[in-house]
Every structure is written in structure tokens, then in C-alpha cells.
């Protein structure tokens, strides 16, 4: 029984790896000196995000991070920054930016690029289960299960998401269209007026002119 289980819990965990892969971000770009370089990326809410940093030392070069979102709340914020680790739990959705901003007194050119490694992971994989394992005296099972349970948990999450989002949009398009049905029916009364004011006003015209009785 305890190997069919494991081996249900391997396939769960195959068949989930693109959600896995999706969870998981790593980039590595070079940062010239006295610029800026932001990427984006959006959570959804009550998300666990973490990540780690790392950037190749400049003499005299100075370089900061910060994590804002989409109204420019910090969330996390390091000056000088050459190596460490964030986390921090989503409020809501949004777009989130991790931004690296490099300054020196050298003028450009002068300094080479920075080299800048950044790995951010959030949801399932930001947790760590090696922990709760020994906080909770988890079997690796046990672990395994639980993890799995989170990463359904997510997915069903991330389709109620979808789900509400398709909602929003198919009232907003329902919305639009009785706008424009109304606006189409305004428009041909208006014309259908305009039309009948024309050929009274041309009618009384000529015969003003007595060109017609």
C-alpha cells in the first residue's frame, strides 16, 4: 500500500510539473552602471513570494532593489544590496515589480556591467516543507501529500480566478453591447428627425418661392 501510494504522489506530481514550472522564476542580466532594469510579474492574492538575490561587486558602484506593487507600496527594499533574501505574502492581485538600480560617480563606461542573478519562486514551491516537516514530525509521505495538497489547492484557486475574470469580461462585453444598441437606436432617431425636418423645412421653402402648391 505504501509504495502504490508513493507512486500515485510521484505521478500527481508529474502531471502537476507545468504549474510547478510556472511558480518557479530565474533570470540572470547584466546591470550597466547608472541605469535601472524593473521586471513585472502578477500574483494573485494571499501568495507566499520569496527569492534570492545576487550581484557581482563594483568598485564604487552602488547598487539598490526594490519590490513595489501596483500603487507603489514597497514591499521590500535594500540599498547596497549584493546578496540576500525576500518574502513577502501578497494582499491582493496585482503587478509586482522587482526593480535593481545601479549608481556610481564613474561615468558610463568606465565600470562593466554588473552581473545580476535573481531566483523568485511563490505559491507551493515558496514554502518550505523541509520545516513544517520537523515542526509537525511529518513522515516524507505525509510531506509529499501535503505539498500536493497545496499545489490543488492553487490550481482550483487560479481557475476560480479564470472563472471570475471570464464572468467580469462577458458582462463587460454584455454591457458594451446594449451601449451600443442604445446608441445605434439614438442615432437613427436622430436621423429619421433630421430627415423629416429637412423635407418640411424644403417643403415650406418652395413654397415660399411658389414653386410647388
Not at 97 to 113: H, I, L, N, Q, Y
Amino acid at each position: 500500500d505504501l509504495r502504490i501510494a508513493v507512486a500515485m504522489a510521484r505521478l500527481a506530481a508529474l502531471l502537476l510539473l507545468p504549474v510547478l514550472i510556472e511558480s518557479v522564476f530565474s533570470i540572470s542580466f547584466f546591470l550597466p552602471v547608472n541605469s535601472r532594469k524593473c521586471l513585472r510579474e502578477e500574483i494573485h492574492k494571499d501568495v507566499l513570494v520569496t527569492g534570492e538575490y545576487e550581484i557581482s561587486e563594483q568598485a564604487n558602484t552602488k547598487t539598490n532593489l526594490k519590490i513595489t506593487d501596483s500603487s507603489s507600496h514597497t514591499l521590500y527594499s535594500k540599498e547596497d544590496a549584493t546578496k540576500g533574501k525576500f518574502a513577502f505574502t501578497t494582499e491582493d492581485y496585482d503587478m509586482f515589480e522587482v526593480c535593481f538600480e545601479s549608481k556610481s560617480p564613474m561615468g558610463t563606461g568606465r565600470v562593466p556591467d554588473q552581473l545580476v542573478n535573481l531566483d523568485m519562486k511563490h505559491g507551493v514551491e515558496a514554502k518550505n516543507y523541509e520545516e513544517i516537516a520537523k515542526v509537525e514530525k511529518l513522515k516524507p509521505l505525509e510531506v509529499e501529500l501535503r505539498r500536493l495538497e497545496d499545489l490543488s489547492e492553487s490550481i482550483v484557486n487560479d481557475f476560480a480566478y479564470m472563472k471570475k475574470r471570464e464572468e467580469e469580461m462577458r458582462d463587460t462585453n454584455e454591457s458594451t453591447n446594449t451601449r451600443v444598441l442604445y446608441f445605434s437606436i439614438f442615432s437613427m432617431c436622430c436621423l429619421i428627425g433630421l430627415a423629416t425636418w429637412q423635407v418640411f423645412y424644403l417643403r415650406r421653402f418652395f413654397k415660399a418661392k411658389k414653386l410647388i402648391e
